[in-house]
């Protein structure tokens, strides 16, 4: 899987979009753009994934750059329970193995 | 989406003891699963690859005499942790990836060894 690459930390507030960037300069064409979410002792629950279109669903929306090396994940209305770690994975499917790296920790706050 | 539940969800065992953690898919079968390991405050890791029908597939620096890893049904994954020590304490999750290929998590098992 390609290594991406996510800031640790960020803070956002409540009611407003959350812009979640991740940077995968080296995917493969063959990979998708993967994000997952954990919040705090749970398994990581899906969110959403595309290959090179902007994808869009409930929960999110995600903005994959033309060359595909970099991608934002986008919760339009951010809300306290939004609080988690979010994964950014690059893989050919998730029915192979995903490598998970360290996420962004993303505190939403009143 | 699919469902993939784990058990138990949080376990206490003495030193020596073997524990064992069971993963089902509760709504579609898998003929794979995966099986990770996170300490506190850090990402998930990968331990080994369930295969129904055969051998599970373990990651390198993971001792598979230690982890034994059972794939008996098409719904059914084991992992046991056999002579738990202190330092295996951690949170277990496991993994199946759905008739789509996507990947569906259980919720997690924590475990502690005293």
């Known amino acids: 899987d390609a290594k991406t690459t996510q800031p640790p930390s960020m803070d956002c507030a409540e009611g407003r979009a959350a812009n979640l960037p991740c940077n995968h300069s080296?995917?493969?064409?063959?990979?998708?753009v993967y994000w997952y979410r954990q919040i705090h002792s749970q398994g990581p629950q899906y969110i959403i994934h595309?290959?090179?279109n902007n994808e869009t669903n409930e929960m999110a929306s995600l903005i994959i750059t033309e060359d595909r090396k970099s991608s934002t994940l986008i919760l339009p209305h951010a809300t306290l329970r939004d609080t988690a770690v979010y994964y950014c994975?690059?893989?050919?499917?998730?029915?192979?193995?995903?490598?998970f790296g360290g996420g962004t920790r993303v505190l939403v706050k009143p | 989406g699919a469902v993939v539940s784990q058990h138990p969800s949080r376990v206490i065992c003495k030193s020596g003891t073997s524990v064992k953690i069971e993963c089902r898919s509760l709504?579609?079968?898998?003929?794979?699963m995966f099986w990770y390991r996170q300490f506190p405050k850090k990402s998930l890791m990968l331990m080994a690859t369930?295969?129904?029908?055969?051998?599970?597939?373990?990651e390198q620096g993971v001792e598979k005499d230690k982890f034994l890893i059972n794939h008996a049904s098409l719904t059914l994954s084991t992992l046991t942790v056999t002579s738990a020590h202190p330092e295996d304490s951690s949170f277990y999750i496991c993994?199946?990836?759905?008739?789509?290929?996507?990947?569906?998590f259980g919720q997690g098992t924590r475990l502690t060894v005293v």
């Open positions: 369930s295969n129904e029908g055969s051998k599970a597939t373990y």
């Open positions: 994975i690059a893989a050919p499917g998730a029915g192979n193995k995903l490598t």
């Open positions: 993994s199946a990836p759905d008739r789509l290929a996507e990947a569906f």
């Open positions: 595309g290959l090179k």
């Open positions: 709504d579609f079968q898998a003929t794979t």
């Open positions: 080296t995917i493969s064409g063959n990979e998708y």
